[in-house]
């Protein structure tokens, strides 16, 4: 997915105008916001800047299973330690099912 243009988010985020909901979080000085929309099984992540969504991360799916299944990008596979990857796929389940 794409970097953000001036005129808005990066491409694959949801619109706003959609009832989405959303936390933030920060992992190794990685901040990142959560989304789902109803009916979703997949909670996208996203890196921010500034608070604004710059990049996708990755997204954690198959919420019902321990582990959630998690899959990050390449350089944020890299970027954050096993520890930190299992407890993003836990944060995302639980978000999923608030």
């Known amino acids: 997915m794409s970097r953000p243009s001036e005129q808005g ?5 949801p619109d706003p105008a959609d009832w989405v ?4 979080l920060e992992l190794s000085g990685v901040r990142i916001r959560m989304t789902v929309s109803p009916g979703d099984r ?3 992540l996203w890196e921010l800047e500034d608070g604004e969504p710059r990049e996708w991360l990755g997204h954690v799916f198959r919420v019902d299973s321990e582990p959630p299944c998690l899959r990050l990008g ?10 930190e990857r299992m407890f ?6 639980k978000f999923w099912k608030s």
């Open 9 to 13: 988010p990066p491409t694959g985020y």
């Open 42 to 44: 997949i909670v996208e």
């Open 88 to 93: 993003l796929a836990r944060e995302g389940a």
């Open 74 to 83: 390449y350089a944020y596979e890299q970027r954050l330690k096993l520890h």
């Open 21 to 24: 909901r959303t936390q933030d």
